[in-house]
């Protein structure tokens, strides 16, 4: 996430150079056509130029609003887990009581970092690579991965663990094929050996228990973003019709600028390269936001996240030196 | 679905050949009509023709939003269902009690099993065919249906069924209209004779109803998404515009090209045939998503996901040789 | 609701006949005026006319998708009663227990047939008639009523409630103001007696009570779009605007063909009529889909929901001889 | 709520005549000033009036659809009351219990009539002026007042509610800053009574207390549509570009009708006019259905609804003579 | 909050005078040099202005759709703070029950005034400063800032808890890192002591820990709202698309009025100021809505709302002298 005011001009132009370079060389071969080899024909009449617009503006103002809604229901997630995070820790804290006060306040330490377990596995498992996602395979994106650092792609799993669970479950949760999920499962079956053991009441287990099932609920609608992509079929129409349009746009112009003198058609070119400009430019903010977990400058918070949950959980235990909140880099972006 | 960066356009093109060739018809017609025949009247005035092309954007604009959201919704849909499936689990393996480590298994085993049977049935359910759906009886979807194959149209429920439960179950359920539904309703009748044994407590025999509850809401849904297509109302005034626009298009740009030469006219055919393109494939694009269990390329990948939850669920029951995941195919359609 | 692929152009241009003589009259007027009376003033330039016509469009498509949603909120709820009256089925065969095999069976199929009673009623209510339907009062709504029948229309509540409930209890109901609603306060007396009876103990006593308050929300979310139409003054405006669009349609026309030739302006005619029609079709869709529970040929099919929930309970309860289930008639019609 | 078919256009031509006299006089200066002193500056090209105005559409649009949206939200939230308070009588009647018939009866008809006091106290609230209301502050809604009644500005609070409580409570009430919410309290008070007294078992009273929660849920939610209006800088800038608008249409059209003829320049009125009113209608119609509770005639009827609900838990509790449900008045106005 | 009818122009123009002027200097110059050194090159074809208008009204709407969203998400949060908070009022009066009615008021206010302190703390929480907010670094904010005070950064968070807590809480309290969160868990803590020494039953006890989990879970939503800005890409384009069409503007409006005559084209520059005019304040006051909690005179009001809180509940309580309720200020600003 880009915690500053604004992306400044001088970064948008180069991370959308070489579609500018590509407008200048789709504007310039017609202009050059029409103007040395008098193809008069390319100048085409602006009508059908202008419904090839309209219909384009309209998929990128669709695929804009679905990327939104994307990127602002990861971070609802995400916001829902930070919520219930706080809730698991005054359950723990509150319903699981044991008479002596040492061996209460272990348990409690045990279940929390178990959640904090989970909340590393699951970040991690975000912040795996999909064959949809663009961070990696675009130029202009892997250029922008100098400005700052994925902290899934710098650690191991296995190493940020080990903070949390002991080493056999640590053992034991490698093996599985969905950490998160069997972290979750852990858990569960800790709860149940409690209950078992008079430490959680039955009524205050249901509770528990139900809370589990939200964080199940939350890993799930993290992974649906995740694994389904917005669909194929309309991201492929949306990059056809811009290109479409860069090709028509130049055409139109021709004629245009024809009707006021001969020389005027070389402004086809800067005028064909401004507008294309905006649309390739929507177009490819609406693709770099599409993805929110795949660890480019959009993408939700949910390192810093994940730390801001367990400074609160600590706090809460009543532990000394807590972490430090992540902040921002100098380029204002925050994984 | 498709799990690659973009349909290519060398799919496109041929998906869409049949709307290409139309266009050139249509537009072939005024356009030999008015020079050989001198039939100038055939030229009208721009401006109606940009009418009727902003309302049939405008149509086609509803419909995108619309069929999205089908979409996303049935995702959503199993996107509960492996949350679900996946609380099942750990409800099953710490709510189900038995002083006996063995019979405790089986019975985990037996709950967790009939589950899949479930899933099962219900994507059998969900890929049979409907009479307002495209992917059987339109040509360029048969067509397409060479890329991939649909599981539930190769395989047999029955054959499927017997991994998970009794034969005595097996033909109990086949006898039954709406088999997933009876699947549920004998976990249900399970659940009370384990709650009267005393192997679930009241409170967590609650607790687990509840979540069949639940199920069934999720099998209602996908139902209702199913066996309720975008109104036919909507979708026969989009296919009337875009066809009307078609008949049209042509006639406004023929009036545009004579202004700038007698021989211009001819430019009327290819470009009516690209802006023409825009919207069919537009319409397409919308028809062909808007039943995601149709067994089109771009439906929502039940199959993957019923066996992903399946490999959850074994890996949670402390299972050796898990099935492998489902993945996507040479052509990148994951079903 | 239309079971079939599409309308076809042959049901639509009689259904909307009407909006098309009084377009041809609307725009034969002025070009009359205009050609043999030389009115040339009525010939307005376009750009007031492309202002209404924008406008316009974007009322018709504000009105559309509200339609729509009301439409798809009505299939929702009716989702949401096919999958609680499944969950009244296992809860009452599960959660209602009699040590007595044949009692209890009675006593599940008592409650499960007073739901059908339920069902019944509401299905009754929902297709009476309001002022604002259009159904019975437009004359190409009645025409069209003969292409299927309103099950709601032919039958009697009476007749019908008799097969679900004792001769006593049908008293009693029909002399209640909100029937549906009485019933589930019946069925709630009763399962206090059987609570008080210990039939049902506490804790499932109160997850029965909360489907009947779930049964409840959905009745009276039905009634809400019922009772409450698409506002009368966004209605308004629409019908108006269109009205007044198709009025400047075709000044705005006669001065586009005019510059072409002085017979040309009869082209006036043909075109208002195309782009009016597109408007009106609009128009009269989107009306016609605003009440899905007025009896129109858009409905949300209720009676065969109401169907398919009676098959699916009554397999459940284990009986044989279920009834049929409702299918689209030879119009595709399903009601 | 306006519940006929539609409103005339002669209702509307009155509501929104003062906007028309203005668009006559906005239109006639700058024609005048054209034709008789050759100000011919005046017209300027068509181009940045259709800016403007497609600019003031989307704001047109964009208010409209969140003032549907408040006005929708509204309904489903008194949707929810009727739901909620159907629940709370079969609640009352089948959860509190007393050995002694009479006694019970009386305590189910006390707990369901203060219910009636809170839906008075709320409407008499809802009802209640805010300065950004339009109903009597602006000139053309105070004349359309004829019309109809508001019963809460007719009737007194304290005459209605002793028809449900005790004198001793309605002082009580009386005395308090918000009385409905207190009332719940009221009623939050008596259900701890009902426990403490045994006649309310634990998991009951906790059920009926959830149901005041929800209670309080609804009453909120009013109080939210009613306390927040839509934003004023929005509702701003839609007042400020609608009368920037209705000033520069006059000048676009000049210079389209000059083109035809110098006297055609005084069609600019007519059709500035027109085009106006399209704008101002649709802005007036939005201003007027943005606070649904303020007494319009497009507010949710919220007394008739109460009614409603009265007559169902007074039918429940088995009453003979029940209120009349309330009906349109003869200008179809129902409130 | 504004809780007036309208912001007045003469608020409106100062507020946006410095885009005014920029406004004048952008088209005053190509218009100079256009005019007096005949560049006459740099009147350009409307055709590309109007495309590039499109796509940034669009941008533009979509910008103030997601803003009026965040903007009534948060004042549907604060709204179901509001109705919880009078759900904690009852549950407390209700569920915390003590023989001696002495001891059981003291309980009552203790758990009702640390609730105060939980929203104290969170308003103050809310009403810091991010680097992204406006209010602050905008000039035309600053100024505005001298129409109102924000009570928040008036008063001390320290000196506004004491009314609240006890000095030993207090201490504890500003230790902490996010206080609101921990002053939660102090309530937790508070309801396991209860509920240990019997003063709460197990059932009560649950229903108000769920509720605690509520409140964290508008908390977090909050924080949601006030930590994750509008995405900075979506932002960026939209500054740079209404620059860059103040840029184009006065170019295509060159091209227009220089066909009228020579000294037209002094036109372009009021033109251009106007039509610039519309779409920057668009802008403008989609920015200064965006972020609900800054401190701007569009901000939920929660400083008064959290007073409406307190009030009730000591009304409910049943103390004497109420605080007052805060009212807008002269300027209709209601903070």
Known sequence: MNSGRIYKLQHFIPWTRKKIYYLIVISAIPTILYYFFELKWLAIPWVPVALVGTATAFIAGFRNTQTYNRLWEAR?????????????????????????????????????????????????QLRESRGWENVKTKSYNR?????????????????????????????????????????????????????????????????MQALLKELYDQQG???????????????????????????????????EFAKISANCVWFTIPISVIVGWVFFTLEQVGESSENPFEGSANDVPITSMSRAIEIDLRDMLGEEN?????????NNILM
Chains 1, 2, 3, 4, 5 share one sequence.
């Open 76 to 124: 609802q997630i995400w916001g829902a887990i930070v919520n219930n995070s706080r809730t698991w820790g005054i359950l723990v804290k509150d319903m699981v009581r044991d008479t002596e006060v040492g061996a209460e306040k272990s348990l409690h330490r045990d279940l929390i970092y178990r959640h904090f377990a989970w909340l590393t596995a699951l970040r991690f």
């Open 143 to 207: 250029e922008y991965l100098n400005y700052y650092k994925v902290p899934e792609w710098e650690g191991s799993l296995a190493e940020e663990l080990q903070n949390y669970v002991t080493a056999d479950e640590l053992e034991y949760i490698l093996k599985k094929k969905n950490k998160a999920a069997q972290i979750l499962a852990l858990q569960s079956a800790r709860l149940r050996d409690l209950n078992q053991q008079g430490k959680i009441n039955d009524l205050n287990y249901v509770e």
């Open 221 to 255: 609608k993290n992974e649906r973003i995740k694994n389904f992509p917005y669909p194929r079929q309309f991201a492929s129409i949306n990059v056809m019709f811009v290109y479409l349009l860069s090709i028509v746009l130049p055409l139109g112009f021709l004629s």
């Open 322 to 330: 807590l972490p430090e909140p992540l902040v921002a880099n100098t």
